[in-house]
């Protein structure tokens, strides 16, 4: 079993940042992809970014490349999205998902476990 909590949502202005957390509880995090994902009102849950359990490779959507990272800290069982440049089309909650192990997706069906959601809120 994992459990994810997302933080470090918020309201902020076109142009600027904001870096969500996922943290983790389980001890087979380490081995397992992350992905964040999104949805916005009246549109399907999206893929933006993935991590594999090592940290070596990382896979992001054409929307978000080159703005956003994604990272992870097994150590602290926590992977991190660092969003800059925010537009306005990026307003969405954003929830954390684990895939199963071993398993490297971008495939909402393919992550069991997801964490409850943030708002990110971009204005223009």
């Known amino acids: 079993q994992v459990q994810l909590v997302e933080s470090g949502g918020g309201l902020v202005q076109a142009g600027g940042s904001l870096r969500l957390s996922c943290a983790a509880s389980?001890?087979?995090?380490?081995?397992?992809?992350i992905g964040w994902f999104r949805q916005a009102p009246g549109k399907e849950r999206e893929f933006v970014a993935a991590?594999?359990?090592?940290?070596?490779?990382?896979y992001y959507a054409d929307s978000v490349k080159g703005r956003f990272a994604i990272s992870r800290d097994n150590a602290k069982n926590t992977v991190y999205l660092q969003m800059n440049s925010l537009k306005p089309e990026d307003t969405a909650v954003y929830y954390c998902?684990?895939?199963?192990?071993?398993?490297?997706?971008?495939?909402?069906?393919?992550?069991?476990?997801w964490g409850q959601g943030t708002q990110v809120t971009v204005s223009s």
């Open positions: 998902a684990a895939s199963s192990p071993g398993v490297v997706t971008r495939d909402v069906s393919r992550y069991n476990y």
């Open positions: 991590i594999i359990w090592s940290g070596d490779t990382t």
């Open positions: 389980g001890r087979t995090f380490s081995t397992r992809t």
